[in-house]
């Protein structure tokens, strides 16, 4: 489900996703659709599945094995490394887990975890509250610096707040499938109408990156999956000296937090789903990156009606026909003559991967229009600002997209023959052109994709009082996750709770961004209680335009890399 998008600084993209340095927004009433469900029962509208049996005993019987050994020797927390980059009062650790669970005694790596301890009365501690933000391929390390912020106040006073970082991902084992310099070389091009011989160039890439991969790393290629993070997340919560889990995941992280669900349903206490990834296996992964590709370009659409209401500021256009014109011309011009600058240079891929941020964050909306508009009118340099690559981060991006792509390659099948995508996607870009082709592109070296045959996906799914009530929480016009996910995903955990922000469509709604959610969030938290079956928030508010003759104090947004995650603006 990861898009290109080039990693922000952690603690600034967390502080955003779940509740860091912003305030809370005003969101409006809430409706509660139906009433909550008696506990282990599940209104007529969600039957309960039957449960799905773990269909890899050798790995789980592995896991158990090394879910005793963390839980007897615990975690050494101590001072973290200057690489981490962390606040003095966040605690750091190393998790030794097995690269192959059904060979827990076999090569081993070890996995970066954070921690800040409960802050308040030791009696009313409720244990260790663990984070992922996605990807796959990001880190949650800096999750803990969040309790000195106030929308985590009361949170961080009853949980120990732990970050960490998944198997490939930082310090944590990390995978590398080409050079970092190459991979943030700067211009590049892409194509919304691409010829048969730009097809052909990016076929041979994408079997170039898999080759590169598979050189890197060699047989533990294969060893990083979902499934294996969800065992990870198994083994961390024994080493907290934790009998359930608590966890928060966003975005990827609901899917395999949702796969920790199915397998393991007696060891969660609480689980919150921000952003949910449809757990269907008939769409992981192919098929989700087709329902994205589509959900983008309506968030593209509501990009361009929010600059066409701001004509007076953009002058880009009264309609949103006439801003997407505005749009064209800037490609245009970039396709015949890349962008340079202080900071680098901007061609058409740059652009694009600056926009798709844009429909990931409506936090960009000013600035990405105030770039358009400068653009037109002979100044390139807030463009080149906001949308060059950063070579400071090309090694932490690499890394994360080499995560994204060995992660989602692995876990399921996808078509081999280039003439399916082709065939689907050809007939996709003519609905959905504005991101469908890139889509294509990050995604295409599972086809060429080396080593053992990708897995079935896990059947996601929990029977009638399996599992404690969990939260899913989701905006109804995310287009990174779309929202039919969240429906989804609620159908097939037995007794889950749906918080929707209506007509928004910001990816990673919690903390900070919308306080109807946040309360939501929050008493589940501290209480276990649900607010109801489904439950609306009305959306937070649209950014206010950004005049022009301020661009000059904005902050500079670097442009995204291949990647997704929950990475909101590096304000």
């Not at 269909?55 to 090394?66: K, L, M, V």
């Not at 994360?400 to 692995?410: E, G, I, Q, R």
């Not at 109804?476 to 007794?495: F, I, N, V, W």
Request: charged share 20%.
């Amino acid at each position: 489900m990861r898009q290109t998008l080039r990693q922000a600084a952690v603690l600034t993209a967390l502080s955003l996703t779940l509740g860091g340095t912003l305030p809370a927004h005003a969101a409006g009433p809430h409706r509660t659709t139906t009433a909550p469900p008696a506990a282990g029962t599940a209104p007529a509208l969600a039957p309960a599945l039957a449960p799905a049996a773990d269909p890899y005993p050798a790995e789980r019987a592995g896991a158990e094995t090394s879910a005793r050994r963390a839980a007897a020797a615990g975690l050494a927390f101590g001072p973290c490394p200057a690489a981490e980059q962390l606040p003095g009062a966040v605690r750091c650790a190393l998790l030794t887990v097995p690269l192959d669970y059904a060979r827990p005694d076999g090569p081993r790596i070890r996995l970066t975890v954070s921690r800040t301890p409960a802050t308040g009365p030791r009696a009313a501690r409720q244990g260790a509250l663990v984070y992922n933000p996605g990807g796959p391929g990001g880190s949650g390390m800096y999750f803990p610096a969040l309790a000195r912020y106030p929308e985590w106040e009361r949170t961080a006073a009853a949980y120990d707040l732990v970050g960490y970082a998944p198997r490939g991902v930082g310090r944590s084992a990390p995978l590398s499938c080409q050079d970092p310099a190459a991979f943030a070389a700067s211009p590049t091009r892409t194509e919304q109408r691409p010829t048969e011989a730009f097809k052909k160039s990016r076929i041979a890439a994408a079997r170039a990156y898999a080759q590169g991969c598979a050189r890197r790393t060699g047989p533990a290629l294969a060893h990083y999956t979902t499934l294996d993070n969800a065992r990870d997340l198994y083994v961390l919560r024994a080493a907290l000296g934790e009998r359930k889990l608590n966890f928060v995941g966003a975005s990827y992280g609901t899917y395999f937090g949702a796969v920790f669900a199915t397998l393991y349903p007696d060891r969660v206490r609480r689980m919150v789903f921000d952003s949910a990834v449809n757990p269907d296996p008939a769409r992981i992964w192919y098929g989700n990156n087709l329902d994205q590709s589509l959900a983008f370009e309506g968030r593209w659409r509501d990009f361009l009606a929010w600059t066409a209401r701001h004509h007076s500021v953009y002058r880009l256009g009264r309609t949103p026909e006439a801003v997407r014109a505005s749009h064209e011309k800037v490609r245009a011009a970039l396709e015949r003559r890349p962008a340079r600058g202080p900071g680098g240079t901007v061609g058409t891929g740059e652009l694009q991967s600056a926009l798709l941020r844009a429909a990931y964050y409506d936090e960009y909306w000013p600035l990405r229009a105030s770039a358009l508009a400068a653009f037109l009118r002979g100044d390139p340099q807030p463009l080149v600002s906001q949308a060059a690559p950063d070579p400071e981060t090309a090694a932490e991006d690499e890394n994360a997209t080499a995560v994204y792509t060995a992660v989602l390659c692995n876990d399921a099948p996808w078509p081999r023959e280039w003439k399916v995508w082709d065939r689907d996607n050809t007939a996709l870009a003519r609905r959905a052109p504005f991101e469908t082709w890139d889509n294509v592109w990050t995604n295409l070296p599972c086809a060429h994709w080396p080593g053992r045959a990708p897995r079935k996906p896990v059947d996601v799914r929990t029977g009638a009082g399996a599992l404690p009530h969990t939260l899913i929480v989701a905006a109804e016009r995310d287009a990174a996750t779309p929202y039919a996910g969240a429906k989804e995903l609620q159908r097939r955990l037995h007794g889950a709770a749906l918080v929707t922000e209506r007509g928004a469509g910001t990816h990673g709604v919690v903390g900070g961004r919308n306080a109807c959610v946040d309360r939501h969030v929050e008493r589940y938290l501290l209480t276990g209680r649900i607010p109801g079956w489904r439950v609306d928030c009305a959306p937070h508010p649209e950014p206010a335009p950004v005049s022009l003759d301020r661009r000059a104090a904005a902050p500079s947004l670097r442009a995204p890399s291949r990647g997704e995650g929950v990475l909101p603006p590096a304000v």
